[in-house]
């Protein structure tokens, strides 16, 4: 606490508030009576409760409440502060917040007593950050330690005879740590040329003993990539509590490559990235202090090792079989290596899993079991040695050297030292290569590994070409299955036929016993079986499935199972839902013979082939409905055109007798209804025209122009009609009458009494120009591009001209021609209307 004897007075109080409330250093006024009368935003901000609340709140009160919690040794810091109001006394003192995430920031307090003013005699407090301040002198002081920690470590590690170099490091490593406060300190060293072992040693504040690590085994990285960055990572670690985070320095001397790492708070890793280069010193002097040692030692024995890789990988390469070569291949890597045991695992195909082949010395026992399927270092724990491999590493150890249960894995195989090379097959690790000595241990070398490593590359070559061929057979089998079955599913026929076909040919392509289709309910509920082919169908397939059915529940959702056993079934079947487009229709069950099962291959093939036979299922569902629904219409208009038929000729009769009764108004009447009931049979013949349109192909043959529109033109003896007549005949078939009858029809029709028809026939090379012109009320522009569409009417004076046009329009285009519609008196619509046609003349 320090005392200051410089009196403050504010006269001006709401500028006083209105400058310090932009402040961002915390200020808080209390009065004479102890009571809080104001405090700027960043004191609200700081103490964490508003003005308004604090307004009137003992000033002691608040000290306790709210700013002496959030301080370390807040107790003592309140304490202070309250004698200083008791002597009546300005008070200085540094305090820290600790702040969420363990950060921590240092601030100047100062509490001066008002000596004027209208709050007489209250104190006025402030809280300045000099966090960076202090940072900067713990920095200054820390480094400093670790100087002379460095200076004292690269004495320890110079002075100390090699045989004793492992102790010095963990001394250098604990001096390092408790040091400088942090939590872990552990270097990993291997040997950038492979020869033994990797080196760890590790300090650890929290634990008595290291964890296992990487102990034991030796890294080797292949290739060996140059311009590794010299400054060190921040590597997120889960340590003791969770809040530790790792800084990586890594080392790299003649012979040895590795990493120091030191493990510390959030709060430490700036002053370690900052001082990187003292850290690399210290990781420097160790490297060099275990070099020194290793210079040496290790024996090289690689000569008959390279003769032994070479005369396998040329009969490797050289060989058309794999099973029948593989034995002799093994033997020759463990003559030249001093292997007692030597095997290759392969894992290319992962539909049949892994494959093993094995060559053990006389004096040894197999090291692997007959039917092996599980690969030790792919065993729980071992999560590191699996990713290790499959990066493209080398793992080599004496057995001894081990932690312990790693180590009773390979004791159970009695194996003393033992190298693992990964096998690449088109840069992806497809199989191990593994080498074991029983009797004594070996201690491998890099030119070894590299030798073996050669061997290694030509197993791999030799598997990746086996795998190109795999996939060529599964793609070629792939199409085989998916354009057999979606052949068979495209062929014509019936539903019922197209299902037996499909099945059929899945039973050839499958090679299975039995296969059937179900098809589904409406509602999706249930499955009716519909076909079943193969030996004894009927008695390995039910006659319904449900959802209800749980091991089918999948399949009725669109998804397919293979390999179940359903209740009451003799083995296991797979089940693929048969989709057309959208919700299943049907499903398809395989039945498997014994333990068949189907590859991923086959069953990629079988949903491509399900989705194709599932569509045609759909179409030959919506075929049969279409056929239903024409059959139902064409029942429908065949009953109403007999039955109109019938009743207009009836009314056409009774009509006719009615209108030689009666005269006057009740005649004009009886001529009305006749008209009626003619249009009724001219719509009900139109409609029977169009249908044979639809439904008849058209048969063309040589007709008589001239006779056809002379018999036409007498059905309408009160009409003035002009014709010239031609010797020309045009392919047609019966049907052409219908052109001229609709045409004089509708001039007849629109054109009112005294209307005149035109008729002319011109020759055009190949074809026949007919005009059929009228002098009635013509077709404004504005209809002549529609008028030949289906229901469209030219006239509000009368109706149905479109249906006529349409079957004109139609008839003509059946026989090759084309129509168009023109004014009698060009550019004058309303003087009648010109309809112009082309029909091919008969040879």
């Known amino acids: 606490m320090a005392p200051s004897s410089t009196p403050v007075e504010y006269r001006d109080l709401p500028l006083f508030f209105a400058v310090h409330d932009t402040m961002d250093i915390p200020l808080l006024i209390s009065d004479g009576d102890r009571k809080v009368r104001w405090m700027n935003r960043a004191m609200e901000e700081w103490a964490d409760i508003s003005r308004e609340q604090a307004a009137g709140m003992d000033y002691a009160a608040l000290l306790r409440e709210r700013i002496g919690p959030k301080l370390r040794k807040g107790a003592a810091f309140v304490r202070d502060v309250e004698a200083a109001i008791e002597q009546k006394e300005n008070i200085r003192q540094r305090v820290c917040r600790e702040e969420e995430g363990g950060r921590e920031r240092w601030f100047e307090f100062t509490s001066r007593i008002v000596e004027n003013g209208a709050y007489l005699p209250g104190r006025i407090d402030l809280f300045q950050d000099i966090t960076a301040a202090v940072a900067l002198k713990e920095s200054e002081e820390r480094q400093n330690v670790l100087q002379g920690l460095v200076a004292e470590i690269s004495s320890l590690l110079t002075d100390t005879p090699l045989d004793g170099i492992d102790a010095t490091v963990r001394n250098a490593l604990a001096r390092l740590g408790s040091g400088m406060g942090v939590a872990r300190c552990h270097v990993f060293l291997m040997r950038a040329d492979g020869t033994g072992k990797a080196f760890e040693y590790e300090w650890n504040a929290a634990a ?26 921040i590597l997120q670690a889960i340590r003791i509590n969770g809040r530790l985070r790792s800084h990586a320095v890594p080392l790299r001397g003649r012979s040895l490559h590795g990493f120091l790492c030191i493990d510390a708070t959030a709060t430490d890793i700036p002053f370690l990235a900052s001082n990187h280069h003292l850290l690399r010193m210290v990781g420097d002097t160790v490297t060099t202090a275990l070099e020194s040692r290793e210079v040496d030692q290790g024996l090289r024995r690689h000569d008959s090792l390279c003769e032994s890789v070479m005369n396998a990988s040329g009969t490797l390469l050289r060989s058309g079989g794999w099973d029948e070569n593989m034995t002799e291949i093994l033997a020759t890597l463990a003559g030249g290596s001093g292997a007692e045991r030597v095997y290759l695992i392969d894992t290319s195909d992962a539909a049949e899993g892994m494959n093993l082949f094995e060559w053990h010395a006389p004096t040894v026992t197999p090291g692997f079991a007959d039917g092996t399927r599980e690969i030790p270092w792919h065993a729980e724990g071992m999560e590191p ?228 036979f599932g569509a045609a299922i759909t179409r030959g569902l919506l075929q049969g409905q279409l056929k239903d629904s024409i059959d139902k219409a064409n029942l429908y208009l065949d009953i109403m055109a007999h039955d109109i038929k019938n009743a207009t000729t009836v009314s056409i009769m009774y009509a006719d007798m009615l209108r030689e009764i009666v005269t006057g108004e009740a005649r004009d009447f009886s001529e009305k209804l006749m008209d009626s009931v003619r249009r009724t049979v001219e719509i009900t013949d139109h409609v029977s025209t169009i249908r044979r349109l639809h439904e008849e192909t058209p048969l063309l043959k040589p007709v008589n122009l001239d006779t056809i529109i002379k018999t036409e033109i007498a059905r309408f003896p009160k009409t003035t009609i002009r014709y010239s007549p031609s010797s020309f005949s045009v392919c047609a078939d019966d049907l052409v009458s219908e052109i001229f009858y609709n045409l004089i029809g509708n001039s007849v029709k629109f054109g009112g009494d005294g209307v005149e028809v035109f008729i002319r026939v011109q020759e055009r090379q190949k074809e026949l120009e007919i005009t059929v012109e009228d002098s009635g009320p013509g077709i404004p522009d504005t209809m002549k591009n529609v008028i030949f569409d289906r229901f469209q009417r030219g006239s509000k004076k009368a109706t149905g001209r479109g249906l006529g046009l349409y079957i004109v329009r139609t008839l003509i285009e059946r026989y090759g021609g084309t129509v168009s519609v023109h004014d009698r008196v060009p550019d004058h619509p309303g003087q009648g209307a010109s309809i112009r046609f082309t029909l091919k003349k008969a040879v």
């Open 385 to 612: 040695w699996s990713a290790a491999l499959s990066l493209g590493h080398v793992i080599t150890a004496r057995t001894t050297d081990l932690p312990p249960r790693i180590r009773s894995l390979f004791n159970a195989r009695n194996v003393a030292s033992f190298a693992i090379l990964p096998i690449l097959a088109g840069d992806v690790c497809s199989g191990y290569l593994g080498l074991e000595n029983c009797t004594a241990p070996h201690l491998w070398t890099k030119a070894e590994i590299e030798a073996l490593k050669t061997a290694a590359d030509s197993l791999g070559l030799m598997i990746y070409r086996r795998m190109k061929e795999r996939e060529a057979e599964r793609y070629n089998t792939q199409l085989t299955i998916i354009n057999g079955i979606v052949g068979a599913a495209s062929l014509p026929g019936s539903l019922d036929g197209i299902i037996r076909e499909t099945l059929k040919k899945t039973l050839d392509l499958l090679s299975v016993p039995a296969a059937a289709v179900y098809l589904l309910d409406p509602r999706g509920r249930e499955a009716q079986l519909h076909t079943a082919e193969g030996r004894e169908s009927h008695r390995l397939f039910p006659e319904k499935i449900a959802r209800e059915m749980p091991a089918l529940a999948p399949v009725f959702a669109a998804k397919p199972v293979y390999g179940i056993a359903l209740d009451g079934q003799e083995g296991r079947s797979a089940w693929i839902p048969l989709a057309g487009g959208g919700a299943p229709v049907g499903i398809m069950a395989v039945a498997l013979p014994g333990g068949r099962t189907f590859a991923t291959f086959e069953q990629q093939a079988l949903d491509a082939a399900a989705r194709e």
């Open 208 to 233: 008595s003993a290291p964890c296992d690590g990487l102990a034991g085994v030796t890294i080797y990285s292949f290739p060996q990539k140059d311009g590794v960055p010299d400054s060190g990572g």
